[in-house]
């Protein structure tokens, strides 16, 4: 069980197998301070948290990312794969002992 804790942000992350002794440290953590159980955690610190259908779990920060061009009011701006120049030609590196 993880009690991840950032100021007055609070996520509480445990196995379906721990859920009884989660919900009694909810119901402490109640008792002293004035908590809201918001579910399943979909966002935690700006990071976006996905359920893959797999049981696994993917982090993202999409909304950051997006906000980002706002900020510096390039919106307009046009992505490139690679900030190199396509022109430039690369050679693979040699191996030590190659030389």
């Known amino acids: 069980m993880l009690l991840l804790l950032y100021v007055d ?3 509480l992350a445990y196995a ?20 809201t159980n918001l579910g399943t955690a979909r966002q935690f ?5 996905h359920y893959e259908t797999d049981g696994s779990i993917s982090l993202g920060q999409r909304v ?3 906000s980002v061009p706002k900020r510096f ?6 992505g ?3 900030p190199l120049d396509d022109k430039v030609k ?10």
């Open 73 to 78: 009011h390039m919106e307009a701006a046009h």
């Open 90 to 99: 690369l050679d693979l590196a040699e191996e030590e002992g190659e030389r």
């Open 45 to 49: 610190l700006g990071i976006e948290i």
């Open 64 to 66: 950051f990312i997006d």
């Open 16 to 35: 379906s197998t721990a859920a009884k002794e989660a919900e009694e440290i909810k119901q402490a953590l109640a008792a002293t301070y004035k908590i």
């Open 9 to 11: 942000d609070m996520l």
């Open 80 to 82: 490139a794969a690679t």
